[in-house]
C-alpha cells in the first residue's frame, strides 16, 4: 500500500472507511518468520521457523506457554509479543487465584482482542504489531484462535501467519479436513512440513523450528530440538524412499502420503 | 429456616438455601443480611458467567473458590461477612461438597454443617455416612440429625426444606415439619421433684 494523507495517526478514518495505522500494524505481522497452528479433537500443535540474528546468535523464541492449557505462537513485533503473553500469564493465574481453575481459551483471546482494540482508538498509544495465535484446551475441547493488531479474533481448525504463510496455508488447505481425526504425531508431522512451505532458504532442523503441542491429557510443552530434528529427519527419509514403498495412491493414509506430495510442492511461490 | 436475631429466633421463614447458576447449591448459618449480601455477588458472578454464552460455566468448585477469596479478604480488612456456608453442587458428573467460614477457613468433605450442626450432627455422620446411599437414605440420615437439632438447640424451629442438586439441576423442597415426641415421662409433672412456692 502506498502513503496517503489519513495514515498519519490511528485515530484518523480514511474517506473509504478504512485505519491506515490499524493497516500497517498488520503489514509488520506479515514480516515476522513464520507460524503455524493445527487442531485434532484432542490436541493443538504450533509450529514455527525461528529465525537467527547472525551465525553466532540463539534462535527467536517465537512460542511462549502461557498456562499449562494454553500457548501462543507470534509472529511479527517479538517485543509486543512478549509483552502480551505476560499479560495473558497474568490473566490466566489471576483466574486460577480466584476460580481454582483453568481460564477458558475463548474467554482470554476475547480480553486479548479487547485490549488490542484499545490502542486503536487513542491517539496516544499505537496498535500492537504482533499476530498470536492461541492455542489452547478447555472444557469445551482443543481450541486454535488468531489474534490481529486491528483487535479481531478468529477461531480456526488450522492457520499460519507471518512470511510466506501463504503457502504453508495451500499445504494446510489440501489437508485440514483430516486432521480432526490425526493423531497427535501426525498432527505434528502436518504442521512441520506446512512449515516447511514457508521456508525461503536453509533447512529446517530441531533449532530453528519450534514445535510445541497442548492437548487431552498433555499440558502445553515444547518440544525438544532433538525429538523435532528426528521427526524432521523421518519426514526426509521418507521423501527419499521410491514410491512403490509409499502406501497405495488411493486412501487417507497421512503423513506418508503427504511426503511424496511435498517433494513435488513447491517451496516459494 | 429460622433467622435468629440475637439469642431470640425471629423469622421464621427465611430462605438459607439458594441454587447459584446451573451446578451449584449454596446454604448459609449466621448472619442472614450477609448472606443475601453474598448471593448478590454470586448472582452478579454467574450473569457475567452467563454473558460469555461460550458453553464455560462456573462450577461448586470454583464458586467455592471464589467466595473463600471472599471471605478471606472480607476477614483480612477485619470486616467479616458473619456466616459459614456450605456448598454443594454436581457438574459434569463430578460431586462436590464444601464449606468456607467467615474467617476464610474451607474444605471439603462428604459431610458439611453450620452451627450447631457441626457439634450434633457431624458426629452421626461420622457414623452412618456411606459413599453411594440412595437419595431416600440420605433425607432419612439428615431428617435424624435435624431432629437431634431441633430437640437440643433452645432456639430453633420445627420447619425445615431439602434441596437437591443433580447434574439435571436444583432442587429446593417446599418447607415440612418432623415429627418430634414430648410424651416423656420427665416432662409430665415438672415440678415433682422441687415444689415451688408460686
Known amino acids: 500500500m502506498f502513503r496517503n494523507q489519513y495514515d498519519t495517526d490511528v485515530t484518523t478514518w480514511s474517506p473509504a472507511g478504512r485505519l491506515f495505522q490499524v493497516e500497517y500494524a498488520m503489514e509488520a505481522v506479515k514480516q ?34 502461557v498456562d499449562d492449557h494454553i500457548g501462543v505462537a507470534i509472529a511479527g513485533l517479538t517485543a509486543d509479543g512478549r509483552v502480551l503473553s505476560l499479560h495473558m500469564r497474568s ?150 524412499e521410491p514410491p512403490v514403498d509409499v502406501a497405495p495412491v488411493e486412501g487417507e493414509q497421512g503423513a506418508v502420503q503427504d511426503d511424496t506430495d511435498q517433494a513435488a510442492a513447491p517451496m516459494e511461490t | 429456616m429460622g433467622g435468629s436475631y440475637g439469642s431470640t429466633l425471629r423469622y421464621k421463614s427465611v430462605q438459607r438455601l439458594k441454587p447459584i447458576g446451573k451446578h451449584t447449591l449454596l446454604g448459609a448459618g449466621g448472619e442472614i443480611s450477609d448472606f443475601q449480601e453474598i448471593v448478590r455477588y454470586l448472582d452478579e458472578l454467574i450473569l457475567y ?84 446411599m440412595t437419595f431416600e437414605e440420605g433425607v432419612k440420615l439428615l431428617e435424624k440429625c435435624m431432629l437431634v437439632l431441633l430437640y437440643r438447640d433452645r432456639s430453633a424451629v420445627n420447619k425445615l426444606q431439602i434441596a437437591k442438586i443433580t447434574e439435571e439441576g436444583a432442587t429446593i423442597s417446599e418447607p415440612y415439619a418432623i415429627k418430634t415426641h414430648w410424651e416423656l415421662e420427665a416432662f409430665k409433672n415438672p415440678a415433682t421433684g422441687a415444689v415451688g412456692s408460686w
Open chain 1, 91 to 240: 490473566e490466566c493465574i489471576h483466574y486460577k487465584f480466584l476460580y481454582d481453575s483453568p481460564l477458558p481459551v475463548g474467554r482470554l483471546v476475547v480480553q486479548l482482542a479487547d485490549k488490542a482494540q484499545v490502542c486503536t482508538q487513542r491517539s496516544w498509544t499505537r496498535p500492537y504489531g504482533v499476530g498470536l495465535l492461541v492455542a489452547g484446551l478447555d472444557e469445551t475441547g482443543p481450541h486454535l484462535y488468531q489474534n490481529c493488531p486491528s483487535g479481531n479474533y478468529f477461531e480456526y481448525q488450522a492457520f499460519a501467519i507471518g512470511a510466506r504463510s501463504q503457502a504453508a496455508k495451500t499445504y494446510l488447505e489440501r489437508k485440514f479436513e483430516t486432521f480432526p481425526e490425526c493423531s497427535r504425531n501426525e498432527l505434528i508431522r502436518h504442521g512441520i512440513i506446512s512449515v516447511k512451505e514457508a521456508l525461503a532458504e536453509g533447512k529446517l532442523n530441531g533449532s530453528n523450528c519450534n514445535v510445541a503441542v497442548v492437548g487431552i491429557g498433555e499440558a502445553f510443552n515444547t518440544l525438544d530440538s532433538k525429538a523435532v530434528q528426528q521427526i524432521i529427519d523421518s519426514l526426509e527419509d521418507r521423501a527419499d
Open chain 2, 49 to 132: 458467567d452467563n454473558m460469555w454464552d461460550d458453553g464455560n460455566s462456573l462450577g461448586p468448585k470454583e464458586v467455592h473458590n471464589y467466595l473463600n477469596r471472599l471471605m478471606y479478604n472480607r476477614r483480612n480488612k477485619f470486616n467479616p461477612l458473619w456466616n459459614t456456608l456450605v456448598l454443594g453442587g454436581v457438574k459434569n458428573g463430578q460431586k462436590y461438597l464444601g464449606t468456607v467460614n467467615m474467617i476464610g477457613v474451607h474444605y471439603e468433605e462428604n459431610h458439611v454443617a453450620t452451627g450447631f450442626g457441626n457439634h450434633l450432627a457431624r458426629p452421626i455422620f461420622r457414623d452412618e455416612w456411606h459413599e453411594d
Open chain 1, 32 to 65: 515476522g518468520s513464520a507460524a503455524v497452528g493445527l487442531r485434532s479433537k484432542t490436541h493443538v500443535v504450533l509450529v514455527c521457523v525461528g529465525k537467527a540474528n547472525s551465525e553466532f546468535s540463539s534462535h527467536q523464541k517465537k512460542i511462549f506457554k
